[in-house]
């Protein structure tokens, strides 16, 4: 089970980016993904979860309305579109998987990607 987020980058407040969470050795649709973020000096907390096939997905209050997460399963991949970007929303994000099939959110992440750093600054 490998997973890789990329997408991160430098925004100025009010602006946008998509994150992605590319899967490989595994089908992506079958399994609930989260997005997770940690800032500096602080702990890691989830930001939003898809739930495997139905798509029914799960937000942190501080992220509703400004991000969306969603999954293309002919690329085998998750999204998380953010919208809105905050100071606050600073941190390297990672995506993750319980790695139980059908599983749904909210899930206990066992596998990791890399994080990709989302620098919110002007």
């Known amino acids: 089970v490998q997973l890789q987020a990329s997408g991160g980058g430098l925004v100025q407040p009010g602006g946008s980016l998509r994150l992605s969470c590319a899967a490989s050795?595994?089908?992506?649709?079958?399994?609930?993904i989260g997005w997770f973020r940690q800032a500096p000096g602080k702990e890691r907390e989830a930001v939003s979860c898809?739930?495997?096939?139905?798509?029914?997905?799960l937000n942190a209050d501080s992220v509703k309305g400004r991000f969306t997460i969603s999954r293309d399963n002919d690329k085998n991949t998750v999204y998380l579109q953010m919208n809105s970007l905050k100071p606050e929303d600073m941190a390297v994000y990672y995506c993750?998987?319980?790695?139980?099939?059908?599983?749904?959110?909210?899930?206990?992440?066992?596998?990791w990607g890399q994080g990709t750093q989302v620098t919110v600054s002007s």
């Open positions: 898809i739930s495997h096939s139905d798509g029914n997905s």
């Open positions: 993750a998987t319980d790695g139980i099939v059908g599983s749904s959110c909210p899930m206990l992440p066992v596998y």
């Open positions: 050795g595994f089908t992506l649709e079958y399994y609930a």
